[in-house]
């Protein structure tokens, strides 16, 4: 719809009339270009300068892959503040002059507490740090700030080992201690302002290398009909599109974000003004199913639809908590975990998020009250190391995958998971090697699962790099070697075999170039590693309609593109994300362990004026000892944090509701330092479901059943239901 709102209103729009909508594939190459173009053409200085501020000189990354780190995760949000002063909407602290700084360093040091020795070491200690923070950075003021008398005095206390500070030298450190706050402040205005100027620096790039590729993205069509004034204009859309539109028609309007709600705005205002039986607006969302924050949605504009469109809108809103897919044994764990979340003690870092959803959630009903089902929770064995925990919970969730596929001949089973990553090691624990239990991936992966591809990969990388060893010797060890004549892992081999396969790729494309290779191995892989590979050619192809001969740029591709297994199966791995909308009549849960608001890859925090209101101030993420100083930024921290929680709450309901019959979570053992560990989803699970009376759970036991436990029993074959061919 919208892009046929775009094409008739195209000059109206300030929209090429020759553009294509690229995929995001070809978007990428056209970001990073214009991230070259950005280096080449600006002040390298100045650019250098804007980074070392935005990362405080922590960045690990090349410089190209910071800025696209940054543009990616940032852009959508840049262009719809682009004309507010949201970026610069924190005023300036006050900090002292370079001499009034050694003045309040000297009276610090004149200003010598009473009392025990200790109390004395401290205080001379804080004087050497401050004397070290005089050039230092704003990490240099924390660590003044947060140790000694300092910290004591900064938190309102001013008392040290149970005895109270002089008024004198409290007076002493106070002045030091609102130069900090100053520093702090400052350092979060910098790092927000070179964030929006590097934004600014990209777009102005970006925009030109569209325009010379002609070439648009989805997110442009939305911004430009978000931007454009079309207020009034229904009935000249209608007459454009030559239809009459009666009747607007909204699904999952809990992901719709500000950007697409102001482009449909004048058109669902213009609706809701006539009486239903000219014309109406009709939406269906689920606030709890909101999982989509990432992606900007803004789950608000579902919740506060009647006050956005006016009482005069006449919305009437219908309510559905009753279950057409899932057992009792299922509904019941649902509302023992969801039901009282603001008395769950995992929440009480996030009353706010727990008290919405408490708003939100009415206890579920199903249908389906003669379908047996079974729940469990358990824990797996103990394990120090955290990446050897996060793979010892996946073998367990694949072993379980194998008990229950024999037990329950005929069920469908979906494991589902936060990650790709974890995605693609429990289809290696199911796959030929280990389990041989047949499985897909749902959109869940690369082509790279599958060793033939990547000894394909090998050999396009080889033939951009005749020297790459690495290359040489995965192809000469797979089946692939010998079909491509490459016999022996010397230079003078390596480069003929480079020359003969760019030769080919030039004469006859990228997919035909693949087909004969792919025939020749096609009886040494089994079925899903053909499949996967004839997917391969079908990128192949449409690679080739871009007339580009770099190998390197389509493994590049084909390494970061997921790409469905369209194999049907009875078992399918995926993550939650990929999940919503299905269903399956067995679902494991083995990753749990995410926190359930981490702010490792915040970049930035914002506030809107109102709910759904457009934004107001936007600051650059810090760490909580920092803007937990300040008042005014405080709930702007606290509301977007929050905001992570509740999505994260929408995720663990999204991931328990796919089940119909059996839900299985594995979690790890609560360790001795889980009291002040950061609150994780298991841990949410853990206190609603584990009565108190039992205490902390063991290793490797059972925590909670809930259910008929008959449900295990093994079960005779389910024949598949009949489809139309």
């Known amino acids: 719809f919208f892009g046929t709102i775009v094409r008739c209103f195209t000059l109206e729009l300030g929209l090429p009339s020759d553009a294509r909508i690229v995929d995001e594939d070809e978007a990428f190459r056209l970001r990073r270009s214009a991230i070259q173009r950005m280096l080449e053409e600006g002040d390298e200085a100045a650019i250098i300068e804007l980074l070392a ?15 696209d780190n940054t543009v990616s995760a940032l852009y959508d949000l840049y262009r719809e503040a682009r004309y507010t002063d949201a970026w610069h909407a924190i005023p300036p602290g006050n900090t002292l002059t370079e001499a009034a700084l050694d003045h309040a360093i000297a009276d610090l040091a004149a200003a010598i507490p009473s009392g025990p020795k ?27 700030f947060s140790g000694g008398l300092a910290a004591k005095i900064a938190d309102g206390s001013c008392i040290y080992y149970g005895k109270p500070i002089d008024g004198h030298t409290v007076a002493a450190y106070e002045r030091l201690l609102h130069h900090a706050r100053g520093v702090y402040r400052r350092r979060v205005i910098d790092q927000t302002r070179a964030t ?71 058109i669902v205002d213009e609706t809701v003004s006539y009486t239903p039986e000219e014309r109406s607006f009709f939406c269906v969302g689920d606030v709890k199913q909101s999982i989509y924050g990432w992606r900007n949605a803004c789950p608000e504009i579902l919740s506060r639809i009647d006050q956005l469109l006016g009482a005069g809108a006449g919305i009437v809103k219908q309510t559905l908590a009753t ?25 009480l870092r996030y009353p706010d998020a727990a008290a919405r959803w408490d708003e939100e ?42 008990e229950l596929y024999a037990r329950h001949p005929g069920k469908t089973i979906g494991v589902l998971l936060r990650t790709n990553g974890a995605v693609g090691r429990v289809l290696y624990e199911l796959g030929p090697t280990r389990l041989k239990i047949p499985a897909t991936g749902r959109g869940g992966g690369p082509l790279t699962d599958a060793p033939a591809v990547n000894a394909i990969l090998d050999l396009l990388r080889l033939a951009d790099h005749p020297d790459h060893s690495v290359a040489a010797f995965n192809v000469l060890n797979s089946p692939l070697g010998p079909v491509v004549g490459l016999s022996d892992d010397g ?24 087909q004969p290779w792919i025939k020749a191995i096609a009886a040494q892989v089994d079925e899903r590693q053909y ?83 457009p934004i107001s101030k936007i600051a650059r993420h810090v760490s909580k000892d920092m803007w937990s100083m300040f008042d005014d930024l ?37 360790g001795e330092s889980s009291r002040t560990a950061p609150a994780r989803m298991s841990s949410l699970v853990l206190h609603a479901l584990n009565s108190p009376s039992h205490g902390p759970p063991e290793p490797d036991s059972v925590v909670f059943e809930g259910g008929d436990l008959r449900w295990l029993d093994p079960h005779p074959p389910v024949a598949p239901a009949p489809q139309d061919p």
């Open 196 to 266: 929006h100027e590097l934004l600014e620096r990209f777009d102005e790039c970006y925009q030109r290398v569209k325009h010379q590729h002609k070439a648009l993205t989805f997110a442009d069509l939305t911004v430009a009909l978000a931007q454009a004034d079309l207020r009034g204009q229904l009935d000249d859309i209608c007459y454009r599109i030559d239809a009459r539109l009666r009747h607007v028609l909204l699904d999952e309007m809990q992901d719709t974000s500000i950007q697409q709600w102001n482009a449909m705005r004048p």
């Open 491 to 514: 230079p003078g081999p390596r480069h003929r075999t480079a020359a003969r396969v760019r030769r080919t790729i030039a004469s006859d494309g990228l997919a035909r170039t693949l």
């Open 531 to 613: 499949r996967r590979c004839m997917q391969l050619i079908q990128l192949a192809q449409n690679w080739d309609e871009r007339a580009s001969l770099r190998c390197d740029d389509f493994v590049a591709m084909v390494e970061s593109r997921a790409v469905a297994d369209p194999a049907a199966s009875a078992v399918q791995v995926m993550t939650i994300h990929q999940a919503k909308g299905l269903e399956f009549d067995i679902v494991i849960l083995p990753e749990l362990e995410a926190e359930l608001a981490s702010t490792r890859t915040l970049k930035v925090v914002y506030e809107r004026s109102g709910d759904a209101g």
């Open 323 to 347: 279950s057409y897919r899932s057992s009792p044994a299922i509904i019941d764990a649902v509302n023992q975990i969801f039901g009282g979340l603001p008395r769950n003690p995992a929440l």
């Open 361 to 402: 959630f009415t206890a579920h009903t199903t249908t389906r009250s003669e379908l047996p089902g079974y729940v469990r929770l358990r824990t797996v064995a103990r394990c120090e190391d955290q990446a050897k925990r996060q793979n010892l919970r996946l073998q367990e969730a694949a072993a379980l995958v194998a």
């Open 634 to 670: 405080r709930p702007m921290f606290e509301q977007h944090i929050g905001r992570l929680a509740h999505e994260s709450l929408c995720l663990l309901y999204v991931a328990v509701t796919r089940a119909r019959e059996g839900l299985f979570m594995l979690i790890d053992p609560p």
């Open 118 to 144: 200790r109390t004395i070491d401290a205080h001379q200690k804080d004087i050497e740090r401050a004397e070290r923070c005089r050039t230092g950075s704003s990490d240099d003021w924390m660590e003044f």
């Open 53 to 67: 501020s935005l990362t405080e000189g922590s960045s690990e990354r090349a410089v190209t892959d910071t800025i």
